[in-house]
């Protein structure tokens, strides 16, 4: 059965054919005849308490262009089976209020994924706090001598990071003895008025971060992202170069940890990022490495996402809700 999915997204020239998770989305959902629609996060707007957008008819192909759009119209977001908030990081104030909107939305008619109370909530970085048991030794603070007292219970190594960052941006690798640590912490915290996160470097990171791709609990992929030997981020837009890596026993260890909590905030498609066993980012807003994972392992994950998507849908229509 055909449904309509609307992506909140960035614009489509912004999109890596060969990389973006949500262009595998968009290309799966038109195999299976889905009626399919763009818009940006700037397109949405509330009209008497009733969520809206202004959105295009969206095509899609693996070619050149990748990708056409019809003219725009204004639709209640409750004409959609499906709205997939997939715009890039950072989290900003627009992101913020977009979440707002999409909060209005009926959620008896329409599921929106990721869920935008979740999206809200859970900060690529904190959220990772509410499981201790799997994360390395971490600290929040704006205080530079905080945080080097930290280092130094840590054994003089640390990585630093900002609370808003995305895509390795703004992460340092500190260690005692360093002459700019100062000037690090200065700029990090903006002069101890910002939180940042320290975490314990973990020495497993030259032989990878690897993103498993989790939906509904449940880890159905991986991806190992090295770092290039004059980085210490895996990150792959700063040539960090993927490997082929299969989800272990503690993968699912870490995931039966967080499933319960990923379920109650909505969140049903999330890419966690492990070094050495343990979490350091839970990726909640944008999740990506869904198109590497399928030319290692020869898979189609986004069929399984869109499976899954496809079910809760039905859910809906089967709850006796009017559609």
Avoid: W
Avoid at 151 to 164: F, Y
Avoid at 238 to 265: H, S
């Amino acid at each position: 059965m055909g449904r309509r999915f609307l992506y909140v997204m960035d614009p489509m020239t912004k999109v890596l054919v060969d990389k973006d998770t949500t262009f595998a989305f968009q290309l799966e959902g038109e195999r299976r005849g889905h009626e399919q629609y763009h818009c940006l996060p700037d397109d949405l707007f509330v009209t008497r308490s009733s969520p809206q957008a202004a959105v295009r008819r969206l095509a899609v192909r693996r070619g050149t262009p990748h990708f056409t759009l019809q003219e725009a119209r204004t639709v209640p977001l409750e004409f959609f089976d499906v709205v997939f908030m997939r715009k890039d990081p950072p989290f900003d104030m627009a992101y913020f209020f977009a979440t707002h909107l999409l909060e209005l939305v009926d959620r008896r008619r329409t599921l929106v994924v990721n869920d935008p109370r979740g999206l809200r909530d859970a900060n690529e970085k904190l959220y990772a706090l509410n499981f201790p048991s799997v994360i390395p030794p971490s600290i929040v603070t704006a205080e530079a001598g905080r945080l080097k007292a930290f280092m130094r219970e840590l054994g003089g190594e640390m990585i630093v990071k900002p609370l808003d960052g995305a895509g390795g941006s703004g992460v340092f690798h500190l260690y005692e003895g360093d002459r700019n640590m100062n000037a690090i912490l200065e700029g990090s915290t903006r002069e101890g008025t910002r939180l940042v996160m320290g975490q314990q470097y973990l020495p497993a990171a030259r032989q990878g971060d690897k993103r498993v791709i989790v939906l509904a609990g449940e880890p159905i992929g991986a991806v190992l992202r090295i770092p290039r030997e004059d980085e210490h981020r895996g990150n792959i837009h700063v040539g960090g170069r993927v490997e082929r890596v299969a989800v272990d026993d503690r993968d699912r260890e870490i995931c039966r940890t967080l499933a319960p909590r990923l379920a109650a905030d909505g969140l049903y498609f999330v890419g966690l990022d492990v070094i050495g066993g343990l979490v350091t980012e839970i990726n909640v807003t944008s999740p990506t490495g869904v198109q590497e994972i399928d030319r290692f392992d020869g898979a189609c994950l986004e069929a399984q996402v869109l499976d899954f998507v496809e079910h809760k849908a039905a859910a809906l229509d089967r709850s006796g809700a009017p559609h």
